[in-house]
Each structure stands twice: as C-alpha cells, then as structure tokens.
C-alpha cells in the first residue's frame, strides 16, 4: 500500500511509494507510455504508466480514462526537472472512481457567459485555482497582520435595521414582521467595539445593490473593517499603507507560483513598500483636469476619474479630504475646512480603482445628529449609535479593504468577477 500525500508535499518521498487522490487534468500517450496529469488541489503531478511495467488492465484504464475521471493512483516518485512541478510518479495501480463523459470545459476557449453558468466547474482550472488561492492568502495575510498588530477580531452583524452608506443600495428582507437590511459596513457597530476593546476588525460579507455593470462591482463583496480609538485621519493612512504593504508582500513571498501561472508581471508589485503617494481631493482635481477631464468641484469619482489618476503613479495613491457630499454621514468635517472631510480612499496603480474606503468620524454628539438629519436619516435606529458620542466619546477612525478589489489588482484581471467563487452580479445569481 503506498501513503495518501498531496502533491504539494511530494519533495518528500522521492524514492518512496504513494498513492495520490485526485482528478485527471490531461492525457497524452506515446507508444507504449501514457502520460497522466493529475491534480489533487494542491498541485499538478505527471504519472507515467509504461505498458511494460504494469498489469494490461492497469493500461486499459489508463488509455480510458477521460478528462475530469475521478481516481486514485500509485506509484514511486521520481525527481524530473523537466516534468510540470519537478517530479514524477511511476504508475503500479490506478484505481477509478468514475469515468466522466462531455466535461463542458475543454482545453480550447470558451466565452464568458458560458464559463459563468459553468463557475461551479470552471473553478476547477489553472487560472481560477491560481486566483483563488491568492485570495485564500490576501485573506490570511489580513488577518496576521491585524491580529499581530493588537487588533481584535469583533464581527458585525449581517442582518441589520438601517443603513450605513447608501439608502439607495440597500437590500431588503423580512425580519419577521419588520423589515431588515442586509449589511453594507460593519463599521457602525466597529464604533461600538473600540470602545470595549480599542482596536478592533470585523470581516464579512457586504451587500450593495449596486445597479451598476462595471468591471469593478459586485453585489456581495466581502470587506475587512479596522477600526481604532484614538486614531486620526492621519494615523489611520499611516496604518493603510502598512497595512497594504504587508499583504502584497506576503502573498508576493508565499504565491509566487500561482502569480507566474496568471503572468504577473512581479516587479509590479515588489515596489509596493512606503511611502505612498499622498493628495488631496482639491489636487487630484487639478490633475484631472490638466489631463482633459471636464469634472467640477465636489463631483465624486468613478472608475474614470479613479483610472485617470493612477496612471499618474506607480504605487497605491491616497486621495484625502473628500468634500462633505462625497461621503457618508459619519464623516468628520475638517475642523479648519468644514466643507471638506477627514476622509481618505486608496486607490491602486494600473487602473484598478479604489481599493480601500475610510476616514475618521464624527465624534461630538450635535454634529452627529445633524448630519443624520441632513441625510434624511432615521434617528430612532441611530439611538445607540449616539450613546456611542454620549458615554466617553474618543476621537476615532477607521476603514473597509475590498478582498475582492485588491485580489483583482494583485491577480491583474480584466474583471472582479473572477475574484471570489461564486460571484453575484446585476441580474445573476446562478450557480
Ligand atoms: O468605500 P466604502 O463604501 O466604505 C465603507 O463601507 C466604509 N463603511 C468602510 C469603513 O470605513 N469601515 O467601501 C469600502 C471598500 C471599497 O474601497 C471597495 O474596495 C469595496 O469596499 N467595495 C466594493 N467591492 C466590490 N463591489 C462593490 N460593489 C463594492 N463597493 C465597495
Ligand atoms: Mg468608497
């Protein structure tokens, strides 16, 4: 009996028997040697089954078996520098557990509406596998860093009684016999959190029903919410960029491999270190301008103006200082400069747009009142809210990462949809 590994362990037991579970990637044969690519979710490994070395039905199934076949294989493993991985595995036995017959996904190319209705299998490929995977360590590298910087994980709740952003992209459902909202921030209660914990991150899914088809929007994202007490708007970019740092750093060190199978071009992302440019919202509309773009001031910025911009730099580029109007009502107004707001974005190189959201918040109690007013806000769901500005009020900031924006830029994708298993876009929700 050889031992159950996984490929992505196989440097291991050069010399050794084992038995791999997996899938058949591709066949070619030549003469009396067929060659199985096998993947086992962590890896690609290249068998060989030598028609004089085993059993005549041992060949058979290795003649029949078809891309996407179920199956188990042994052998000894061989080190080959030329083979996919570095290794090979020398076939005594397979074992089938289903020959599959029509897999819709073939080698040749398929268009993107297909390929969506098939996600449940095209997640199966190299590229998808690849982008996942750096996901999986964007995700991870998030957490690390946060909770190896005295940050405490406290998640926010998904079903909700009011909004946080927008009213208008709100969805709804029934909570009994009261409505709800599904949540577009966890950042309210982060607020409450801090002022139990100090510093503290809730990670979680995000709806907006976003009636927008770019490039960049999803209906459901998943974002990471730091918040912290005692922070201003500056500490908090400070922190934005260390923070930024460290994920494409870690992801550039551990997913190098899954980086090359999209193309990466790395030394993209080995710049990524501070400082990071710094501007103004006043100055990036001097910038826009001067590169032909008709924008007046207190516009907010799209993917445009957003592209436009980061053209100018190599590095993630910070935009402060948004007007009041751009941003959403816990927005602290500049003390010298009430019009515009202690708000920042971060907006990634190569045309990827904002990546990050935040600022630092109102924390006197009448200002917070007003603002809800203005935005037509209902007071009564914010009551607790504003305890938050009436027992021990702080100066804090904080802000929300799109997992799914930063993976696209990393991964360099034409599109986010390819960012998160089974995306949810305008008008499709299948599979
Ligand atoms: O800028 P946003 O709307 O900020 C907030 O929600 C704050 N309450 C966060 C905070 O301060 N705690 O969203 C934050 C980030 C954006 O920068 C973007 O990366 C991502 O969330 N995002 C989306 N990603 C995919 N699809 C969408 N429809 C997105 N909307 C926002
Ligand atoms: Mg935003």
Known sequence: MGKNVYIENISKYIGKEVEIRGWLYNRRSSGSIIFLLIRDGTGIIQCIVSKNDVKPEIFKSAQNVTQESSLIIKGKIRKEERAIGGYELFTNNIKILQIVSDYPITPKSHGVGFLMKNRHLWLRSKRQHAILRIRAEVIKASRDYLDNNGFINIDAPILTPAACESTSTLFETKYFDQMAYLSQSGQLYNEATIMSFGK??????TFRAEKSKTRRHLMEFWMIEPEMAYFDWEDNMKLQEDYVTYIVQTVLNKRKSELHVLNRDLSKLENIKPPFPKISYDKAIDLLR????????GEDFGGDEETIISESFDKP??????PMQCKAFYMKPDPERPEVSLSNDLIAPEGYGEIIGGGQRVDDIKLLKKKIKEH???MDAFKWYLDLRK???VPHSGFGLGIERIVAWMCKLKHIRETIPFPRLLYRIYP
């Open 200 to 205: 503290v991150y809730c990670y979680g899914p």
């Open 290 to 297: 001067k590169k032909g773009k008709d924008i007046g001031w």
């Open 376 to 378: 037509n806000l209902p």
């Open 317 to 322: 580029v910070f935009i402060h200082h948004y």
């Open 391 to 393: 027992y021990g009020t």
